[in-house]
């Protein structure tokens, strides 16, 4: 199982997995080439590269850290034009009354994904977003299901 | 496991670790009063850490911890988060309501309450000694309680220092309570504007 960060991106290719762990407000962004069997997920924190000053790691924005992901699948030789994508992650974790900019991340952070792939023609297959709890997902590229496990939740597949 | 901080400099850094220090000493005196035993507290620990370490500090990503969030206003605007491993979070609510519940499964919404209390008069203490010490007034809002992941608990305050660099700063304080060791931490994350105030109201600046 290849391991991604919070901020961070990675490839993997059948029969391989590729993981990232307890993503709150982050977004686990899953993309995938059924015809390689390459997939990608990146774990990014915040919608907008260009409203951030400190904008050096890629992988930490929707926008930028999409382009990436998809430059290092076509370079482990993906198609650029098979990609499909599915999406987990985006929640509040704490509940405050307010509607305070800090507090809609999540929110904000899904929009962004959705806009960006969108943008780029990418299909959203599925989704597990919102809410207020946790998630640690599995992409498994053999299959292309996406595994979500949240605590005190039955596991799911999407 | 001190690493090399580029925003701040050692002095600054000197002086986090001491407001940490009177911070997480008044937040240990006003648990011990508040569950009536005797709390002892090592010396905080203060680290620049990646978000990949934060996680890992605390036992990984997947690690149960009950998370506690404050929002600040006033001279000094911003979060503070104060986490407990879940282990810890049971003894504590156990010994401030006087019985024993299970090791497993979901707090009730008793004890939800009770820990959120705790959380409320831990941060005030720890934000309380801040407050006296550079003279400036924090307004602390009502709670907000988090029960997951370590990893989607510290996704909030890193996404907020994610805005300002690669790294957050972390105090860990170690409880001592009847011989078992607890861990909390404190993470204060003040606006950009507020951290510039608390400097300058040390004569930093």
Avoid: W
């Avoid at chain 1, 990418?122 to 207020?132: F, Q, V």
């Avoid at chain 2, 997947?62 to 979070?89: K, P």
């Avoid at chain 2, 401030?96 to 009770?114: I, Q, R």
């Amino acid at each position: 199982m290849i391991k991604v960060g919070m901020a961070d991106a990675n490839v993997c290719r059948t029969p391989d997995a590729i993981t990232t762990l307890g993503l709150g407000s982050c977004v686990g962004v899953a993309l995938y080439d059924s015809t390689t069997r390459i997939a990608g997920l990146v774990h990014v924190m915040l919608p907008d590269s260009t409203t951030v000053r400190q904008n050096s790691n890629k992988a930490k924005f929707a926008d930028t850290g999409i382009d990436l992901l998809i430059d290092m699948m076509v370079r482990a030789g993906a198609r650029r034009t098979g990609l499909t994508a599915k999406i987990a992650g985006g929640a509040q974790m704490f509940a405050f009354s307010g509607n305070s900019d800090m507090l809609r991340v999540g929110e904000r952070n899904v929009q962004a994904v959705k806009k960006k792939l969108t943008s780029l023609g990418i299909r959203i297959l599925a989704e597990d977003t919102g809410l207020n709890f946790g998630r640690t997902v599995e992409f498994y590229p053999e299959t292309g299901d996406f595994l979500i496990k949240a605590v005190g939740k039955p596991q799911k597949t999407i | 496991m001190q690493k090399e901080n580029d925003s701040m400099d050692d002095f600054e850094f000197d002086v986090l670790t001491e407001i940490g220090n009177i911070g997480a000493g008044n937040a240990t005196t006003a648990l011990s009063q508040l569950i009536n035993t005797k709390i002892d507290m090592n010396v905080p620990k203060v680290e620049m850490l990646t978000f990949a370490e934060l996680a890992e500090i605390i036992g990984g990503a997947e690690t149960l911890v009950a998370g506690i969030l404050l929002n600040l206003e006033g001279d000094i605007e911003g979060t503070m988060l104060f986490i407990l491993e879940s282990s810890a979070a049971r003894l504590f609510v156990q010994q401030l309501m006087g019985c024993v519940t299970g090791d497993e499964g979901e707090f009730s919404d008793l004890e939800k309450s009770a820990l959120q209390e705790i959380g409320n008069i831990i941060s005030g203490a720890y934000l309380s000694a801040i407050s006296g010490m550079t003279n400036l007034t924090i307004n602390v809002s009502v709670p907000s309680l988090a029960f997951d992941m370590a990893g989607a608990i510290l996704s909030v305050p890193a996404i907020e220092f994610g805005k300002l660099g690669d790294k957050a700063l972390l105090i860990q304080s170690v409880f001592n309570d009847m011989n078992v060791d607890i861990s909390g931490y404190f993470i204060l994350i003040p606006t950009l504007e507020s951290y510039g105030r608390i400097m300058k109201s040390l004569g930093l600046r």
